[in-house]
């Protein structure tokens, strides 16, 4: 069935970049929005970014201008570019793929990946 696998976590220091990637496999017809979402130690899950069908683009405040995310829709694949990267930033980031279908006629699901761990040192 559907699945979403992140890569790319990792160690870095502050002020470094990394860029995670989602691939998604199995059958997959549309999906209307695919976001990163990450969870730190001690917190709740919170939204990083998202980007819709139609490449609308969303970012959580405290990574405006450092973090980009982009799509290859052909690929149903999601990525996130983080530059500047902070302690703060430490987290595991997880990618959603939400009202997933997997044929036409098929209903809206919701899919999560595993997640990946991205540490940042200062």
């Known amino acids: 069935q559907v699945q979403l696998v992140e890569s790319g976590g990792g160690l870095v220091q502050a002020g470094g970049s990394l860029r995670l990637s989602c691939a998604t496999s199995g059958r997959i017809f549309s999906i209307n929005v695919m976001g990163w979402y990450r969870q730190a130690p001690g917190k709740q899950s919170e939204l990083v970014a998202d980007i819709t069908s139609g490449g609308s683009t969303n970012y959580a405040d405290s990574v405006k201008g450092r973090f980009t995310i982009s799509r290859d829709k052909p690929k149903n694949t999601v990525y996130l570019q983080m530059n500047s990267l902070k302690p703060e930033d430490t987290a595991v980031y997880y990618c959603?793929?939400?009202?997933?279908?997997?044929?036409?006629?098929?209903?809206?699901?919701?899919?999560w990946g595993q997640g990946t761990q991205v540490t940042v040192s200062s």
């Open positions: 959603n793929a939400d009202g997933l279908k997997t044929t036409s006629w098929g209903s809206l699901r919701n899919y």
